[in-house]
C-alpha cells in the first residue's frame, strides 16, 4: 500500500494529469481539444499520424454525409450518443474553421483535395499545445491509490487520467500493436474476438482461376450475412480486392457469399440475340472468357444458347464463393472486434471497471463501413471523451 502522503506527493510532481496512449487519429483529436498542457501523448512510432498519411490512397477518406449507426458494426446504442454529438457536419465545421475544406467524391464521401498531410497538418497544429512523446512505446499501465502507473520502454508516468488510444491490429508495421486489449483486460475488461476487416479475400482452389485475372475489374454486388455492398471488385493475385470486397469482410465470419458480377444488366437483352456472348456481357472480355472455360460454355450467339446453358451463365449474376480467408492484419484497413463497449459509457467513453480510464478509436468493438466512417468514429469518440473530461476537470 502506498502511503497517502507519498500519494499526495506523486500527484503533486504529476506534470502531466492526462496520458494519452497512441498518436493516431483519434488521440490527435482528443488533444486537440483538451485544454492547453494538460495531456501527455505518447507514441511508439518517430511520427504521429502514420495511419493518417496512407489512408484513402493518400488523400483520407474523412467522413461521409450518409451517416447513422447503420453504417457500424457495434452496438447501436453505445455509438450513437458519439456520431450525433459530433456528427460528420460538426467534423467538417471543426476543420472548415482551421481552414482544410474537404471535397465530396463518389457522391458522399469527404476526401482531402489533395492529400492526407492536409489533415494530418490540421491536426498536429493543434495538438501541438501538449507534450508529446515519440518513439516511446506503453508497456503496461497499473493503479495504485488513485494513481495510474503507465510503464514505457523508457520510464514510467504517472498520471491522474489514461486514455487508450492505440488502436486496432492492422498494419503492424505502422506500429499497430495489442497493448489497448492488453491493458483493458489487466483492468478487468472483455475483449471481443478481433479480425481483419476491410480487407481482401483469398479464395479456394475453385477460384484459383482468379489468379489469372489480376488486374482486372468489374462493378458488382456482393451479398454477405444480409447485407448488400455495392462497389468495385478487383482481382488480385491473391484473391479479390476493391471497394466492395473490403466492404464484404466487414460482415463475413465464414462460409458463402454471393457475388452478382452484372448488377445493372437485363438478362431479356439476351434472349434472341445475335451476339457473341462475351460480345453482349458488359464485363471485361478477360474475365466474360475466364468464366465461359469455367462454365464449360463455347463463346456462340446468344440466340443458340440452350436452357441449361442459359442458366450456366445466370448463375454470374448470383456466383457463390466461400473465401479461404482474408489477406489477414498486414493489408486491412481496421480490425473488427476490440475492447467490449458494454463496459464503457457511452457519453464519457469511460470505463465502467475503472474510474479515469478512457477508449477511443479504433480499440473499441466498434468497426465502421468503408467510407470514412472508422475516420468519423475516432473523432466522435475523441469528442465526447475530450468533453466528459473537460467537465471533470472543471470539478477537479
Ligand atoms: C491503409 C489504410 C487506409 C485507411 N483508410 C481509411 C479511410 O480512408 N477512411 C477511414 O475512415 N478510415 C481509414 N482507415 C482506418 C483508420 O486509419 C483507422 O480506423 C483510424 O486511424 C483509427 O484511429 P485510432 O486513433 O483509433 O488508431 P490509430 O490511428 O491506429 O492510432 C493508434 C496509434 O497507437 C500507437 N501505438 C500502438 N501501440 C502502442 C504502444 N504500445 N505504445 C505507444 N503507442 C502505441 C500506434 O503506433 C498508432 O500510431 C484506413 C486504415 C488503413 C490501414
Redesign the pocket.
Known amino acids: 500500500m502506498c502511503n497517502p502522503r507519498v500519494a499526495l506527493a506523486i500527484i503533486a510532481s504529476m506534470d502531466k494529469k492526462i496520458i494519452i496512449?497512441?498518436?493516431?487519429?483519434?488521440?490527435?483529436m482528443l488533444a486537440s481539444l483538451l485544454p492547453k498542457n494538460c495531456a501527455t501523448v505518447?507514441?511508439?512510432?518517430p511520427k504521429?499520424?502514420?495511419?493518417?498519411l496512407?489512408?484513402?490512397?493518400g488523400?483520407?477518406?474523412?467522413?461521409n454525409t450518409r451517416m447513422g449507426t447503420g453504417y457500424y458494426l457495434a452496438d447501436a446504442e453505445f455509438v450513437q450518443p458519439s456520431l450525433k454529438r459530433f456528427d460528420e457536419k460538426a467534423l467538417i465545421d471543426w476543420l472548415g474553421a482551421r481552414k482544410l475544406h474537404p471535397v465530396i467524391q463518389k457522391e458522399t464521401q469527404y476526401?482531402c483535395r489533395d492529400s492526407s498531410k492536409e489533415l494530418l497538418a490540421v491536426l498536429l497544429k493543434e495538438s501541438q499545445k501538449q507534450t508529446i512523446l515519440l518513439s516511446?512505446?506503453?508497456?503496461e499501465v497499473s493503479k495504485r491509490e488513485n494513481i495510474f502507473y503507465v510503464k514505457?520502454d523508457k520510464k514510467t508516468h504517472t498520471a491522474q487520467r489514461v486514455v487508450i488510444?492505440?488502436?486496432?491490429l492492422?498494419?503492424p508495421t505502422?506500429?499497430?500493436?495489442s497493448?489497448?486489449y492488453e491493458i483493458a483486460q489487466s483492468f478487468g475488461h472483455g475483449v471481443i474476438k478481433t479480425a481483419p476487416a476491410?480487407v481482401g479475400f483469398t479464395v479456394q482452389k475453385e477460384q484459383f482461376f482468379f489468379k489469372e485475372l489480376s488486374g482486372v475489374s468489374c462493378e458488382v454486388k456482393i451479398r454477405v450475412a444480409e447485407i448488400v455492398c455495392e462497389g468495385s471488385l478487383l482481382f488480385a493475385h491473391k484473391g479479390v480486392s476493391g471497394p466492395a470486397v473490403l466492404d464484404a469482410s466487414l460482415y463475413w465470419e465464414k462460409g458463402q457469399i454471393e457475388i452478382d458480377f452484372l448488377p445493372y444488366f437485363s438478362w431479356k437483352s439476351v434472349l434472341g440475340s445475335k451476339k457473341q456472348i462475351s460480345s453482349l456481357l458488359p464485363l471485361p472480355k478477360r474475365l466474360s472468357k475466364a468464366f465461359l472455360v469455367q462454365f464449360a460454355l463455347e463463346d456462340k450467339p446468344c440466340n443458340q444458347l440452350s436452357k441449361e446453358e442459359m442458366q450456366k451463365l445466370y448463375s454470374l449474376s448470383h456466383y457463390r464463393l466461400a473465401p479461404a480467408g482474408t489477406f489477414g492484419y498486414t493489408k486491412?484497413?481496421?480490425t473488427k472486434g476490440g475492447i467490449d463497449t458494454s463496459e464503457i459509457d457511452n457519453k464519457s467513453m469511460m470505463s465502467l471497471k475503472e474510474q479515469g480510464l478512457y477508449f477511443?478509436?479504433?480499440?473499441m468493438d466498434v468497426t465502421?463501413r468503408?467510407?470514412?466512417?472508422?475516420?468519423?468514429?475516432?473523432f466522435s469518440s475523441?469528442y465526447s471523451c475530450a468533453q466528459s473530461i473537460k467537465g471533470e476537470m472543471d470539478e477537479d
Open positions: 496512449i497512441g498518436g493516431g487519429a483519434s488521440a490527435l505518447i507514441e511508439s512510432n504521429l499520424g502514420a495511419k493518417i496512407i489512408s484513402g490512397g488523400r483520407c477518406n474523412i467522413t476526401f516511446e512505446k506503453v508497456l514505457t488510444a492505440s488502436g486496432g492492422s498494419f505502422l506500429g499497430a500493436s497493448i489497448g476491410l486491412a484497413e481496421v477511443i478509436g479504433e480499440v465502421g468503408l467510407g470514412g466512417y472508422n475516420f468519423q468514429w475516432a475523441a
